[in-house]
């Protein structure tokens, strides 16, 4: 079998073991000579499997019991919607991050929605190099809903180094970083992430919210973007993207018996900082984020030749190191090293780019 590395934004890898037990599980799930595909959502056995993702998802990130989980459809982009719809309230106003592409695209869904979108603070490009200003700088209105921010930008290769102070409710898009790594959740209002990236297969959104935050849905939130009737329904109210459940739940167990988050937390430091330190060394590569700012699990970098792009690409592909390119709009390559990519991975990709540059400069 072909073995690569893939180093795909999303849909990404997911961890090998996690891809074996699903494989020996996919006719005959269980002993119940079915496939957890086939089965109804209703049933005992799939309800003990979705409360047992759970719970292994909770102590993985201690959640408190005063928030609730729920599993819901719509990806990342459905929240875009559902927050507002959500948790406005009796407000008019609701306070956006703006630190790259994915948060600009929440403020702008946001304006259908909000008679105000307050952008909190915008990112910065000085001479190049992209950060976010420290939090104190942030204008934040505490007559707002709520702040949404985005800890991890995906596209742009931007991290939040830290989180506001402030009374009202924080809302984050973690899609691409949940599980990464250790967070506070009192921290937070409502968390949510599309599962494609650190959780398991597209389908899946999950939420984390704060229970006093439910019950001020507007009337007319789509049933099954209601975070209230979703949290009554114990995430049943229609069909659930079942089998993106089930794989999670895998996912959770992996990542138990793998340390849990503390433990991948290390690793995920040890895997970025080979390969910021490989492109920092080198004058043939470069990334253009402030050491502040920069993202744990996806890590753009040019050539410092961009007509080399595509011989990059394609080089690497013929060792095995796949889905490098950028962002449509950012161009240039990203190396996207989420959980599930072992660190072999990242270093086979630094000892390419090596030999690249050898090859090439
Ligand atoms: C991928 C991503 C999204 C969009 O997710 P969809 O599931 O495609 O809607 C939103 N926010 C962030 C941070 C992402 O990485």
Known sequence: ????????????????????????????WNNTGCSVMEMSHRSHEFVELANHAEQTFRRLLNIPENYRVLFMHGGGRGQ???????????????????TGSWSQAAAQEANKFCQQVNIATEIKDNDGIKSVAA????????????????????????????????????????????L????????????YAGA????????????????????????????IQDYTLTAAKESMFNTPPTFAWYLAGLVFDWLEQSGGVSTISEVNQRKSALLYDAIDQSSFYRNSIHLDNRS?????????????????????????LVALAGHRS???????????????GVQALVDFMKLFEKENA
Not at 296 to 320: R, T
Not at 332 to 342: C, E, T, V
């Open 135 to 178: 939090t104190q700088d942030w204008q934040i209105s505490e007559s707002s809903a709520y702040l949404h921010l985005c800890n991890n930008e995906t596209v742009d290769g931007i991290k939040l180094k830290s989180i506001p102070k402030t009374s009202i409710p924080i809302v984050a898009d973690m899609s691409s970083c949940i």
């Open 180 to 191: 990464s790594e250790q967070i506070d959740i009192t921290d937070y209002g409502l968390i």
């Open 1 to 28: 079998m072909k073995q690569v590395f893939n180093f795909c934004a999303g849909p990404a890898m997911l961890p090998r073991e996690v891809m074996r037990k699903a494989q020996n599980d996919l006719i005959d």
């Open 330 to 344: 950012v161009g240039g390559m990203r190396a996207s090293i989420y959980n599930a990519m072992p660190i072999e």
């Open 80 to 98: 875009f919607s559902a927050v507002p719809l959500n948790l406005l309230g009796a407000h008019h106003a609701a306070d956006y991050a703006v």
């Open 196 to 223: 494609q990236k650190n959780i398991g297969p597209s389908g899946l959104t999950i939420v984390i919210v704060r229970e006093d935050l439910l019950g001020q849905s507007r009337p007319d939130t789509p049933s």
């Open 296 to 320: 744990l699990m996806n890590i753009p970098f040019q050539l410092a030749n961009p007509a080399l792009d595509k011989l990059f690409l394609q080089k690497a592909e013929e060792h095995g």
